[in-house]
């Protein structure tokens, strides 16, 4: 499984960004898709994830009503899409591919990862 993320920047706080991942190498319907971040000196840690169908999506509590996963799957794809940044929401932000059609948010059910794109949000 290769994921390509793309989409990161740099950005003032309350702008917005897109970010996208492409996937290839497994049935993308199958599996649920994760976005998380690394800020440095920091975990890697959970934003957001998405099921299989696309029906079912879970947040960590800092960025609900900021952002939105989504997924395209006849184009083998998944967004994240960030209104109203804020400079803490800076990172090396990483898609990852589920082990299973289900939503999860723990790190560890998640085998397959993107190289990372980095999003700065300046004050």
């Known amino acids: 499984v290769q994921l390509q993320a793309s989409g990161g920047g740099l950005v003032q706080a309350g702008g917005s960004l897109r970010l996208s991942c492409a996937a290839s190498?497994?049935?993308?319907?199958?599996?649920?898709m994760g976005w998380f971040r690394q800020a440095p000196g920091n975990e890697r840690e959970f934003v957001a994830a998405?099921?299989?169908?696309?029906?079912?999506?879970s947040y960590t509590d800092s960025v609900k009503g900021r952002f939105t996963i989504s997924r395209n799957n006849a184009k083998n794809t998944v967004y994240l899409q960030m209104n109203s940044l804020k400079p803490e929401d800076t990172a090396v932000y990483y898609c990852?591919?589920?082990?299973?059609?289900?939503?999860?948010?723990?790190?560890?059910?998640?085998?397959?990862w993107g190289q990372g794109t980095q999003v700065t949000v300046s004050s």
């Open positions: 990852a591919c589920g082990r299973s059609i289900t939503v999860s948010t723990n790190i560890y059910d998640y085998y397959y």
């Open positions: 190498g497994r049935v993308f319907s199958n599996y649920a």
């Open positions: 998405i099921s299989g169908t696309g029906g079912r999506t």
